[in-house]
């Protein structure tokens, strides 16, 4: 029997891509000489008169026989290849992925949040991907994994790092104005020192939660705010938030422009209904937080967003 490839999703992929770009290879080669040799060997003024030749059942019987082998081939190691991607090995590592766009959260099962996925290396690492909003593609070149994350929907994905180092991220389905941007890294990192950095980190959020320390601009950061908006007073693909507690913003409501107090209930009406009441000059496509944030993370935007001056 033979065996179908096994091993890590990157060796995976990689031998299913090499056979099949050798049997490509090999049939393009014979192809071209055979065409190459043909041209000069049945030239017209050897063969002056044309040869009506016919039927000839073991030439057929071969170049049926041979390309479907070929063929069936490509397919079973690459269906028994993915069914070893699908199968996610006991006791991986589970780090929740959400995309949104454009940016990537990472979640911790002891609770951290983080913008890149910091991993232990030789650990197989088992990413459990969803979206906020539109269709995004988590893809790890270095690691040979690409799968998309729908909103509504979990998909898993697996790979394991061999090598300690940083790789990239990037997203693969086309999501929008910032799709190209849509960027983060992996950082793996020696076991020792990622239990050490996750142990940190569960203690450094433990120790914000009881103080109830200020949050906001790790909110900001965490909800992906800050890929469309800045907090330095530069126009992204939407408007800055710095200064703009108490000013006078012009909006478009229901098709007309209109001047209103940026106050406590403006703000809050830009949170939970972003689209009711457009900032002139934007465009309408922020995600409202009604779902996305509790009450408090609410108000705790807010209260930040009024510092910023
Ligand atoms: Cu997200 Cu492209």
């Not at 999703?9 to 192809?31: G, K, R, T, Y």
């Not at 300690?164 to 693969?172: E, F, H």
């Not at 320390?213 to 907090?231: A, N």
Request: hydrophobic letters at 40%; aromatic letters at 12%; proline letters at 6%.
């Amino acid at each position: 029997m033979i065996r179908g490839f096994t091993g890590l999703p990157d060796q995976i992929v990689e031998n299913v891509f090499l056979f099949i770009a050798a049997i490509s290879v090999s049939i393009l080669v014979l192809i071209t000489f055979l065409m190459i040799y043909f041209t000069i060997r049945y030239r017209r003024n050897r063969n002056p008169e044309p040869q009506d030749i016919r039927g000839n059942l073991w030439l057929e019987i071969l170049w049926t026989v041979i390309p479907t082998l070929l063929v069936l081939s490509m397919f079973y190691y690459g269906w028994t290849g993915f069914r070893t991607l699908k199968k996610i090995p006991e006791g991986a590592f589970k780090v929740k992925v959400t995309a949104r766009s454009w940016s990537w959260l990472f979640e911790y099962e002891n609770g951290v949040k983080a913008e890149e996925l910091v991993i232990p290396v030789g650990k197989p690492i088992h990413l459990l991907l969803s979206s906020q909003d539109v269709i995004h593609s988590f893809y790890i070149p270095a690691f040979r994994v690409k799968q998309d994350a729908v909103p509504g929907m979990v998909t898993p994905l697996w790979f394991k790092a061999k090598e300690p180092g940083t790789y990239d991220v990037l997203c693969a389905e086309y999501c929008g104005q910032q799709h190209a941007y849509m960027l983060t890294r992996v950082r793996v990192i020696s076991e020792d020192e990622f239990n050490q950095w996750y142990e940190g980190k569960g203690k450094e959020l433990r120790a914000e939660t009881s103080k109830g320390l200020p949050r906001g601009p790790q909110l900001l950061q965490e909800k992906g705010c800050l890929v469309c908006h800045s907090l330095d007073g530069t126009s992204r693909i939407g408007p800055t938030l710095k200064g703009l507690f108490g000013k006078t913003v012009i909006v478009l409501k229901d098709g007309k422009e209109q001047n209103v107090q940026a106050d406590d209930a403006y703000l809050k009406r830009s949170l939970i209904e972003p689209n009711a009441e457009v900032v002139k000059g934007f465009p309408p496509i922020m995600p409202s937080q009604k779902s996305l944030s509790t009450d408090e993370e609410i108000d705790e935007i807010i209260r930040y967003m009024k510092e910023l001056k």
